[in-house]
């Protein structure tokens, strides 16, 4: 219905409220089911399978309040409006995004200016999904020009900025491509008192209370594009079991039987991603990493299965008469929204280091006695003291197992008797001086990755150390 229409469902936003649905997060005390973020993802894979402007406008609803007033919210501030969310009486939006601050959040240009009791706020937010639907708008502004709160991204601040403020508009609603009937748009704050009881987290803990946030917010998103995924695999399958092509159904041809295969192996994994990310929240888990690959994958898979779906159908599957071409419009945004999926990458890659930071270290490596030949060892290294030719023979040690690598200072430091980094750096810089070590110098200027160069592996040994040759090889071509 939505589909053609473009009404937003309100009825059934109504239904979901009725059944106590938007307390999914929120526990008992505050009115809540208490069911965590897997009981959120799980309703919203639900409804998402419904429509998505249900889905979408539910979601954002619980990004915008729930979990900032849960995390970071006073008692007075949860007593106030965790009920009100719960019972559905208040629908949500979280702004960020403005006309010149999109992947870069903590560029936020909108100001929060501090006059008394309240805080007055000048800007305009972007995209903001539920504008003019929502009730309850959490905002993020700028609260600080000074430099040193920008470096510890602590010039930002987080309010709760009703419907109804004076000075605050709805400036625009977008015609989308894709989520038909919810209302996104462009909000206009002009001059708005906002009291300082709605500011959440306190000054400056704007980034804080986002980050948090977005974490909750990358898993309930990609549970939205479940429902879907679902739904086209029904479609396929039902369709082609009905369709004759060549004498016989096309659900039996190979190629679309692969395709579904894909579909169904692409559903399966991406709801392992959703959920285990759900649960680590649940489990108060840092789950950055969890929860940056779930929205990337999924909605990248999201993408090829309901192309792949529609492939299965044929024309049919692209008029829309069927809902899947509703849903590959869809694909796009989900790509975009909750941080793009490029920024999802620097997510992983920065968060990913930091996690997996025990698997990551390179196990140390060394000539074997008997074979010659380079093996990796968990054995501690022997100790040396720090004078230019032990540290010059470390480093033609290390061309032995490493040729093309410099060694990082941990790698040395793992090698000496006593760790003085300002001896060591003299040492390394002396030998830097007489052409022996070429060094690399790190963006803070201490020396972070050290080699030989080819006189220091001349003078830390003859050639012949340096030769190896692999058994089989015939003799006269070596020379
Ligand atoms: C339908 C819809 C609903 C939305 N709902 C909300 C909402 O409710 N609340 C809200 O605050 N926002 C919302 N947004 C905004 C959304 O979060 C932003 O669109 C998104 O963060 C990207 O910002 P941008 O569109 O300004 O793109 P830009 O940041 O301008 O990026 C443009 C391109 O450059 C790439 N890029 C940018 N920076 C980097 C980088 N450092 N490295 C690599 N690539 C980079 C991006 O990946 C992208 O491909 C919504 C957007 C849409 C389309």
Redesign the pocket.
């Known amino acids: 219905m939505t589909f053609w229409t473009k009404k937003f469902p309100s009825d059934l936003l109504k239904e979901v409220a009725r059944k106590g649905w938007f307390g999914t997060v929120i526990p008992p005390e505050y009115g809540g089911l208490d069911t965590g973020v897997t009981g959120a993802s799980i309703v919203t894979e639900e409804l998402s399978r419904v429509c998505s402007a249900l889905s979408e406008a539910y979601a954002?609803s619980m990004f915008g309040g729930v979990e900032q007033v849960l995390t970071f919210g006073t008692e007075e501030q949860k007593h106030n409006w965790l009920p009100k969310i719960a019972k559905g009486q208040i629908v949500g939006?979280?702004?960020?995004?403005e006309p010149f601050v999109?992947?870069?959040a903590a560029g936020i240009e909108t100001t929060a200016r501090k006059e008394g009791d309240n805080y007055v706020l000048n800007g305009k937010?972007r995209?903001?999904?539920?504008a003019g639907l929502a009730d309850t708008y959490v905002v993020y502004a700028r609260s600080s020009e000074k430099k040193e709160d920008k470096d510890k991204y602590q010039h930002l601040t987080a309010f709760l900025v009703h419907r109804g403020t004076p000075g605050f508009s709805v400036e625009k609603i977008n015609e989308?491509s894709g989520?038909i009937g919810l209302p996104?748009g462009s909000l206009d704050f002009d001059e708005v008192r906002v009291p300082a009881n709605n500011c959440i987290g306190g000054e400056g803990a704007g980034w804080k209370v986002m980050m948090a946030g977005l974490n909750f917010e990358r898993v309930v998103y990609s549970s939205a594009m479940l429902g879907p995924m679902r739904e086209s695999i029904r479609n396929a399958v039902a369709y082609s079991q009905r369709r004759l092509q060549f004498d016989k159904p096309t659900i039996d041809l190979p190629t679309n039987q692969a395709k579904l295969a894909e579909m169904m192996s692409g559903l399966y994994t991406c709801r392992l991603l959703v959920y285990h990310a759900a649960h680590l929240l649940d489990e108060h888990k840092d789950a950055i990493v969890e929860a940056s690959t779930a929205k990337m994958i999924v909605s990248d898979t999201y993408e090829r299965l309901i192309s792949d779906a529609i492939q299965v159908m044929g024309g049919d599957g692209w008029t829309r008469f069927y809902p899947l071409e509703s849903f590959l419009r869809d694909a796009k945004?989900n790509q975009?929204?909750?941080?793009?999926?490029?920024?999802m990458r620097?997510v992983i890659f920065r968060s990913g280091l930091k996690a997996m930071s025990k698997d990551l270290k390179m196990l140390r490596r060394q000539i074997h006695k008997k074979l010659g030949v380079p093996i990796s060892t968990t054995e501690p290294a022997s100790k040396q003291d720090i004078t230019e030719e032990n540290i010059l023979t470390m480093l033609a040690e290390d061309y032995l197992a490493n040729p093309g690598l410099y060694m990082t200072r941990e790698d040395i430091r793992e090698k000496l008797t006593e760790p003085d980094d300002s001896k060591l750096y003299r040492t390394l810089e002396s030998l830097e001086s007489k052409g022996l070590v070429k060094l690399y110098r790190g963006r803070k200027g201490a020396i972070d990755l050290a080699k030989a160069t080819y006189g220091g592996l001349r003078k830390a040994a003859p050639l012949k150390e340096y030769k190896w040759y692999p058994e089989w090889l015939n003799k006269d071509f070596i020379f």
Do not use: E, M, Y
């Open positions: 954002v939006a979280v702004c960020i995004t999109g992947s870069d937010k995209f903001i999904t539920n989308l989520w996104n945004v975009i929204g909750a941080g793009t999926n490029q920024v620097l």
